[in-house]
């Protein structure tokens, strides 16, 4: 059973920065791409930021761009999400996610994923 679990999140001033982790375990954790996603109140679920299973082939949302980098570690079993200069408008629960399958046609998109974390949530005060 694949597990991923979130923490890192927290309240931050506009300007700030957080780093995000997720520890996966359940199968071989450097197999699969790995992405982030976000979730603010009353909008839906967007795509945040994926990365390949070694480490290259990176996405990142147009929104995040130049200010958010995604990395992993595959020995620890863990991807980060390093967030600088964050907005309030960043402000949302952070998902990790993971694919049930080792090939992804479309890694930006949700339903692409099928194992999620339980969340972590951002607060960023203007």
């Known amino acids: 059973q694949v597990q991923l679990v979130e923490s890192g999140g927290g309240l931050v001033q506009a300007g700030g920065s957080l780093r995000l982790s997720c520890a996966a375990s359940?199968?071989?954790?450097?197999?699969?791409?790995m992405g982030w996603f976000r979730q603010a109140p009353g909008k839906e679920r967007e795509f945040v930021a994926a990365i390949r299973r070694s480490g290259d082939n990176i996405y990142y949302a147009d929104s995040v761009k130049g200010r958010f980098t995604i990395s992993r570690d595959n020995a620890k079993n863990t991807v980060h999400l390093q967030m600088n200069n964050l907005k309030p408008d960043d402000t949302a629960v952070y998902y990790c996610?993971?694919?049930?399958?080792?090939?992804?046609?479309?890694?930006?998109?949700?339903?692409?994923?099928?194992?999620w974390g339980q969340g972590t949530q951002v607060t960023v005060s203007s």
């Open positions: 359940g199968r071989t954790f450097s197999n699969y791409r």
């Open positions: 996610a993971a694919p049930s399958s080792r090939s992804m046609l479309y890694p930006t998109r949700s339903d692409e994923y099928t194992y």
